[in-house]
């Protein structure tokens, strides 16, 4: 089955202490993104990657670094979350050719730093 | 101002009854247009696309593009419960997918 996968989908964390959200494709997609929902604000893209070693700021990159060591894996790292970044967090990957405009996206990570 | 603007909503309506969903859209060199719905504790799925102005239907649901306006629509005929969920549009800018803020849609039995 295509699919996005994220680990993990919960997660209540204190601030300062590093975390990583990890996230995998088996569609063999180029382009892979991460992205945060906030309620009145959308999806709201953090960072995205062209291809391996490829990767490239978003609209609200502050905070985050990735890392694409893999075509199928795509981390999230937070080295020092704040509360401000208390969201809803969405890995999402996408052929770049073809339908190149449908994103898939994984079923989401609800981080909440105290 | 926000390239894609969504009203929120939230948006109420009885079963059977015909939901319009709308966005505008600031920049006339967006050619593709989505519909994801994205049902509650999900990620958003892809409903429907249009690619340049007109009218696209599958099923009860008609996605429309009005260029000159720079309105993108979503109607949804025969609603049922099940099409509870937030709706988002979006467009292409480049191989980056701008999102509105998506309208929370309940559908009432």
């Known amino acids: 089955e295509a699919q996005v996968t994220q680990n993990p989908r919960y997660l209540i964390t204190v601030t300062g202490k590093k975390l990583t959200v990890t996230c995998s494709q088996n569609?063999?997609?180029?382009?892979m993104s991460w992205y945060r929902q906030d309620p009145g604000l959308g999806l709201r893209q953090i960072y995205y990657?062209?291809?391996?070693?490829?990767?490239d700021k978003g609209d609200v990159p502050e905070g985050y670094k990735v890392s694409r060591k893999e075509k199928r894996n795509f981390p999230l790292i937070l080295e020092s979350p704040s509360p401000n970044q208390t969201s809803l967090y969405f890995c999402?990957?996408?052929?770049?050719?073809?339908?190149?405009?449908?994103?898939?996206f994984g079923p989401g990570t609800r981080l909440t730093v105290t | 101002q926000k390239e894609v603007e969504q009203d929120p909503g939230p948006l109420s309506v009885p079963e059977g009854a015909i939901v319009s969903l709308n966005c505008t859209y600031s920049?006339?060199?967006?050619?593709?247009f989505m519909w994801y719905r994205q049902y509650s504790r999900k990620g958003p799925e892809l409903l429907m696309y249009?690619?340049?102005?007109g009218n696209k239907e599958d099923g009860r649901f008609t996605a429309q593009v009005d260029k000159s306006s720079k309105y993108i629509s979503l109607f949804i005929r025969d609603s049922q419960p099940s099409d509870s969920a937030t709706y988002l549009c979006?467009?292409?800018?480049?191989?980056?997918?701008?999102f509105g803020a998506g309208t929370r849609l309940f559908v009432k039995a």
């Open positions: 249009t690619y340049s102005s």
């Open positions: 990657s062209m291809n391996v070693e490829v990767t």
């Open positions: 569609m063999n997609h180029e382009y």
């Open positions: 999402a990957s996408r052929d770049t050719s073809g339908s190149y405009y449908e994103q898939y």
């Open positions: 920049n006339s060199a967006f050619q593709y």
């Open positions: 979006a467009t292409l800018g480049g191989f980056k997918t701008i």
